[in-house]
Structures are given as C-alpha cells and as structure tokens.
C-alpha cells in the first residue's frame, strides 16, 4: 500500500485547501510501518484517511485498523485521482 498526503488544488481554496492521506493498493505486513512512519511525519495532524485497496494481509489490515482508531482519524473509502 502507498500513503500520501494530498492537499487539495481547487480553485479558490487558499490558503484553507483541505489535505488528506491517500491510502493506495494492496495491505501487506508491512503496510503497518509504512503508516506509522508517515503518521510520524504529521506531527499530531489528524488527516482523515482515502482508502481505495482490494484488500490482502489480514493481520496487517487489523493493526492498521488499530492505528487509525488509536489515532482518532477518519477514513473513507474513495480513490484519488492524481494530475
């Protein structure tokens, strides 16, 4: 899976344009660190969360289930269209 933080480039947004971490592809076991080092990164921002997977590892879908809870974010499912 591939996290990335997006911020919004509608027009007439700025300087409040809405970010969010879009969440792509597959869970492996390793999807887990991937997220806690970009949570890292956020410094206690509490992006809301675009999920658009087929799914995979369960184990590693429950630990990221965890996380998000953990970390009060929102999620969604949805896809991000990247220009």
């Known amino acids: 899976m591939r996290f990335v933080v997006v911020r919004s480039s509608a027009t ?3 300087p409040n344009c809405p970010e969010w971490i879009s969440a792509e592809g597959t ?3 390793g999807t887990p660190a991937l997220f806690r080092r970009l949570l890292k990164t956020l410094d206690g921002r509490q992006l809301p969360i675009v999920v658009n997977s087929p799914g995979g590892n369960v184990d590693a879908a429950l630990q990221l289930g965890r996380m998000i809870r ?3 974010l929102d999620i969604a499912v949805g896809i991000t269209e990247f220009s």
């Open 27 to 29: 869970i492996e076991a």
């Open 12 to 14: 007439g947004c700025e």
């Open 70 to 72: 953990k970390n009060k």
